[in-house]
């Protein structure tokens, strides 16, 4: 945990739901089904009083659409919050909601108890994928909820997701554009998972839905992270965090892995490699270089990339050593017949 920033994580999972999304199921991926109240804050409050010290302490509330609860419920959680912010035990809150629960009055009461970052879940910017996925909202309340929330002066995150239902490789960087195009102070990129009792596990069964795999989230998200990365919005995550209730099956199939954000970032570096290599005689010996930090990753899991990179290109050798680059850099140390 960073000694800059410490997240306290509360779940409400599928509170202020009133739309069941076709891809979730917040009980599997939370691992929690008691809802949460003010005692549940007090609690994940006690828990984290052995923090760091000097850091940064955020209470999170995670897992449902938390501005479309009862608004006495939302006050009762943000007020458990609030008592440790007036006493210094906590810094300030952060939350998740739709797109189509943000208006003026919400932002005011979020405002005077204390939050200070709101996490948007867009999902998609395409209408059609929207109305497939069971979202209940459009595009354009994305659009409207992320101007209100940043004229407000809320720190915006938003979220989207790549393979669901009626989208494609290009409609998802189609959307993480528009995304960026909202200059939200950071981004969170969730590859659709097939979890099991939801509307989209049905449809997978029957043959209606194909599964986004993790080869499918890895290539897609290899296109966008960059997009993010050029607009300078940090991306905070790519793929949902690992749980014993997804890794003990809940998670079906698509693109559920420990390591997600890894693969993709190795991916975006073999991808640098091929440019490198195109032009490189088969049989060659080559070395590349690259700044030590990202080594592993430019060799690849279980030495992934560097055995497709040798068999792609007909390479008899293919090494990578430490240089001082910048920017994930990658250079030709040397090539020998």
């Known amino acids: 945990m960073s000694a800059r920033a410490c997240i306290i994580p509360v779940f409400v999972?599928?509170?202020?739901?009133?739309?069941?999304?076709?891809?979730?199921?917040?009980?599997?991926?939370?691992?929690?089904?008691?809802?949460?109240?003010?005692?549940?804050?007090?609690?994940a409050l006690s828990q984290a009083a052995s923090l760091p010290k000097g850091a940064k302490r955020q209470l999170a509330f995670y897992g449902g659409s938390f501005t479309a609860i009862p608004a006495a419920q939302q006050e009762e959680l943000l007020a458990a919050a609030k008592e440790a912010i007036e006493r210094g035990e906590l810094d300030s809150i952060r939350l998740s909601t739709r797109p189509d629960a943000i208006d003026?009055?919400?932002?005011?009461?979020?405002?005077?108890?204390?939050?200070?970052?709101?996490?948007?879940?867009?999902?998609?910017?395409?209408?059609?994928?929207?109305?497939?996925?069971g979202r209940g909202h459009t595009a354009e309340d994305v659009e409207r909820a992320s101007h209100l929330?940043?004229?407000?002066?809320?720190?915006?995150?938003?979220?989207?997701?790549?393979?669901?239902p009626g989208s494609d490789a290009d409609s998802d960087y189609r959307t993480a554009e528009r995304i960026a195009a909202l200059r939200p102070d950071g981004a969170r990129i969730y590859p659709t998972v097939i979890?099991?009792?939801?509307?989209?596990?049905?449809?997978?069964?029957?043959?209606?839905?194909?599964?986004?795999?993790?080869e499918d989230a890895t290539e897609t998200c290899a296109r966008i992270l960059p997009l993010f990365?050029?607009?300078?919005?940090?991306?905070?995550?790519?793929?949902?965090n690992p749980t014993e209730e997804l890794s003990g099956g809940a998670a079906v199939a698509g693109a559920y892995h420990p390591a997600l954000g890894e693969l993709v970032k190795s991916r975006i570096l073999r991808k640098r490699a091929e440019e490198l290599l195109r032009a490189v005689p088969a049989g060659s010996r080559v070395t590349l270089g690259i700044d030590r930090p990202l080594i592993s990753q430019l060799i690849g899991?279980?030495?992934?990339?560097?055995?497709w990179l040798k068999t792609r290109y007909g390479l008899s050798v293919l090494k990578i050593l430490p240089l001082d680059t910048k920017n994930r850099e990658i250079r030709v140390i040397a090539v020998e017949k």
């Open 13 to 43: 999972p599928h509170l202020g739901c009133a739309h069941n999304c076709v891809f979730c199921n917040q009980r599997h991926i939370a691992g929690q089904t008691k809802p949460a109240d003010a005692m549940t804050v007090r609690a």
């Open 104 to 133: 003026e009055i919400i932002l005011a009461r979020l405002k005077s108890c204390g939050v200070e970052t709101i996490e948007l879940g867009a999902q998609s910017m395409d209408d059609e994928v929207l109305r497939l996925s």
């Open 149 to 164: 929330i940043q004229s407000s002066g809320f720190s915006l995150v938003l979220q989207m997701m790549t393979g669901l």
């Open 195 to 214: 979890v099991r009792d939801t509307e989209l596990y049905e449809r997978w069964k029957r043959g209606e839905y194909r599964e986004h795999t993790v």
């Open 229 to 240: 990365e050029e607009a300078g919005i940090p991306v905070i995550r790519i793929g949902l």
């Open 301 to 307: 899991q279980h030495r992934a990339n560097l055995s």
